[in-house]
């Protein structure tokens, strides 16, 4: 599977990045987020939900699991770090499957509802301002969103 590398060497850049990827995504996209801590990870998603004409602001949503916003398109925002472990079933297809874009946050822990089609994106704290995003798309349509990304 190509991957594609980008530096950010500041928030700025990040969510420069973020937005173009805002305007540029479809109905039914699944995103996943990856990153440590303080990577980037709600940042980019501020970014995404900007470039998506989200006017309310985005914030983290470890404690609800899902937030929706409202754009040109619904925003699901996912974190469902504290499903570890558990076969709690809160409806994930309807979102997944559903018209709007996904963005899903520790993915791993619900990986049986998670599409094989998606676009990984993985965000790696490189120095105080530097982070390097990985982009790793599978499925056509991924990978022609990431082109017209990066075009
Ligand atoms: P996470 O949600 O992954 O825990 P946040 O987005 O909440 O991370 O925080 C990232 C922090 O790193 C913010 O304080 C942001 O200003 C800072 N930062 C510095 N450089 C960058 C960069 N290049 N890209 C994204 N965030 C950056
Ligand atoms: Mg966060």
């Known amino acids: 599977m190509e991957t594609y590398t980008i530096q950010t ?3 700025e850049e990040t969510t ?3 937005y173009k990827l805002g305007t540029l995504v479809q109905p039914g ?6 990153g440590d801590l303080g990577a980037g990870k709600t940042t980019f998603t501020q970014g995404l939900a900007k470039g998506l004409g989200v006017k309310r602001n985005v914030n983290s949503p470890t404690f609800t699991i899902m937030k929706e916003y409202n754009g040109r398109l619904p925003l699901y925002h996912m974190d469902v770090y504290r499903l570890e472990n558990s076969d709690e079933d809160l409806g994930f297809e ?3 499957y559903g018209e709007g874009v996904c ?4 993915a791993q822990f619900i990986q049986e509802y998670v599409p094989q089609d998606k ?5 790696r704290h490189k120095g105080d301002n530097q982070r390097e995003i990985e982009l790793q798309p599978a499925g056509e349509r991924y990978i022609t969103l990431v082109k017209e990304l990066l075009s």
């Open 103 to 106: 963005v899903i946050e520790w």
């Open 9 to 11: 060497a500041s928030r």
């Open 16 to 18: 420069e990045l973020a």
């Open 119 to 123: 676009l990984s994106i993985t965000i």
């Open 94 to 96: 309807e979102y997944i």
């Open 29 to 34: 996209d699944v995103l996943t987020l990856e």
